[in-house]
Structure formats: structure tokens, C-alpha cells
């Protein structure tokens, strides 16, 4: 099993900058693939970025070049740096972890998710 929990949410505004963090723990040895999901009010789940073992990333087009996902091995945490907020990134962001090494994994095929954290961002 692994757990994980997200931290870093709150409330900013448009053009401001937050930082998401994923800590796991567990048995992290049988992680291969982190994500981060949003969720906005009304709309289904989508996946923002993802990052794989060897440190190959993707990301969705509507954050291409504003937000980043990094991972700290030793610590065991994935961030997401998200930049130039805009009132449409408003959402509550989830981190995943799958056993599979894909950087487009159905959400289905994540097999860990942490329970989530608001991002609001004001226009």
C-alpha cells in the first residue's frame, strides 16, 4: 500500500503562483508513474501533469509552459508548480500514484490517490 497526502493548496490571485507537494510513503518502491488531477466544480476529473521514473514529463495543453512537475527522490514527494494562475486552474488537485510506467495513464490505471486540496484562484 502507499499513502499519500497533498499539501499547498489555498487561495491566490490570477497571475500569483502556488506550489502543490505529494508526499508518499509505503511501499513507494512499486511507484512508477505520479500524476496530478484536477477537479472543477461541475466538471469531470482531468489529469494536469504527470511525471515518470527517469524524469520524462507531460503535461496537459492548458498549463503547458505555466505549470511544473518535479519529483524529489529522496524524499519521496512530487511537486507541482503552478504559475500564472488563472481563475479557470480553480479546482481541487489530487496527486496519484500508479504502478505502471506510462506518462498518459487512464485514471483508471492509477492505482493511489491522495485525498485532495483546494486551489482557488480569483479574478
Known amino acids: 500500500q502507499v499513502q499519500l497526502v497533498e499539501s499547498g493548496g489555498g487561495l491566490v490571485q490570477a497571475g500569483g503562483s502556488l506550489r502543490l507537494s505529494c508526499a508518499a510513503s509505503?511501499?513507494?518502491?512499486?511507484?512508477?508513474?505520479r500524476g496530478w488531477y484536477r477537479q472543477a466544480p461541475g466538471k469531470q476529473r482531468e489529469l494536469v501533469a504527470a511525471?515518470?521514473?527517469?524524469?520524462?514529463?507531460n503535461y496537459a495543453d492548458s498549463v503547458k509552459g505555466r505549470f511544473t512537475i518535479s519529483r524529489n527522490y529522496a524524499k519521496n514527494t512530487v511537486y507541482l508548480q503552478m504559475n500564472s494562475l488563472k481563475p479557470e486552474d480553480t479546482a481541487v488537485y489530487y496527486c496519484?500514484?500508479?504502478?505502471?510506467?506510462?506518462?498518459?495513464?487512464?485514471?483508471?490505471?492509477?492505482?493511489?490517490w491522495g485525498q485532495g486540496t483546494q486551489v482557488t484562484v480569483s479574478s
Open positions: 496519484a500514484a500508479s504502478r505502471m510506467t506510462r506518462l498518459w495513464l487512464r485514471e483508471s490505471e492509477y492505482d493511489y
Open positions: 509505503g511501499n513507494i518502491f512499486s511507484i512508477n508513474t
Open positions: 511525471i515518470i521514473t527517469g524524469g520524462s514529463t
